[in-house]
């Protein structure tokens, strides 16, 4: 059964960044492409390729890209909110999103959810995006940070499973989904606002491990 489909696929363009002191580059800037892309696991965030998307730049390796965070998906529908919000229409790629869809609430997606798209390849989700300074510029919204925290419409970030390719149009399938689960978007915003409740995250089954000690570390500063 085919639970929503890829509106979208957007390779970003490496330009200067103007949110870093010091220079460097960013990958942000994404715009849809009309040809299928390659999608495989990237290997570590500091030292593998980055990105899951061959040809897509990550400027920023230390907080983006890697295994855990291969691709990332935004929704046509989380877009449409956004728009009445800021008045002003965001066209796919806006929020520097791998992959667009249509007809799958990212929302209510879990921790640990695995998606078929297409014909081979097969995508887990693992948390939301955490909001930073580039996100910020490229918005141009007073707050924007802020703003984006507390309506925890996140996206999610995904890891590989099994490669292969993606392209506009692709039907995506929920195949799996874990016995003990967090929704992305709760869980988001439990790490970002609601310490009390941290305990949570570590209920849930595919939580990513370098989360996990975080999070325990965190409960056991109290």
């Given at each position: ?10 390779v970003?363009?490496?330009r200067?960044n ?7 580059i ?6 849809p ?13 500091r ?22 965070q ?5 929704s ?7 728009s ?5 229409p ?43 300074s ?9 707050q ?18 099994k ?24 869980a ?24 996990r000690?975080?999070i ?7």
């Amino acid at each position: 059964m085919t639970d929503g489909k890829v509106l979208s696929v957007n390779v970003g363009v490496a330009r200067p960044n103007p949110a870093k002191r010091f220079g460097g580059i960013t990958g942000i800037d994404k715009l849809p492409v009309d040809h299928a892309v390659e999608v495989r696991a990237p290997g570590p965030k500091r030292t593998g390729l980055h990105s899951g998307v061959v040809g897509d730049p990550i400027g920023d390796t230390k907080h983006h890209g890697g295994d855990d965070q291969a691709v990332y998906a935004y929704s046509r529908e989380d877009y449409d909110w956004w728009s009445a919000e800021l008045g002003r229409p965001l066209a796919p790629g806006t929020f520097g999103e791998n992959l667009t869809t249509a007809g799958l609430d990212l929302n209510e997606t879990q921790i640990g959810d695995i998606w078929r798209i297409g014909e081979t390849l097969e995508l887990q989700a693992t948390f939301g995006r955490i909001p930073c300074s580039t996100f910020q510029v490229k918005m141009g919204e007073k707050q924007w940070l802020k703003r984006f925290s507390r309506a925890a419409r996140t996206g999610t970030y995904l890891r590989v499973v099994k490669p292969g390719l993606l392209q506009a149009g692709d039907p995506i399938e929920v195949i799996h989904r874990p016995a003990r689960g967090i929704g992305v978007s709760e869980a988001f915003d439990i790490y970002m606002h609601r310490a009390e409740e941290l305990g949570r995250l570590l209920e849930a089954d595919d939580l990513q491990p370098d989360l996990r000690e975080e999070i325990e570390q965190r409960l056991a500063r109290g």
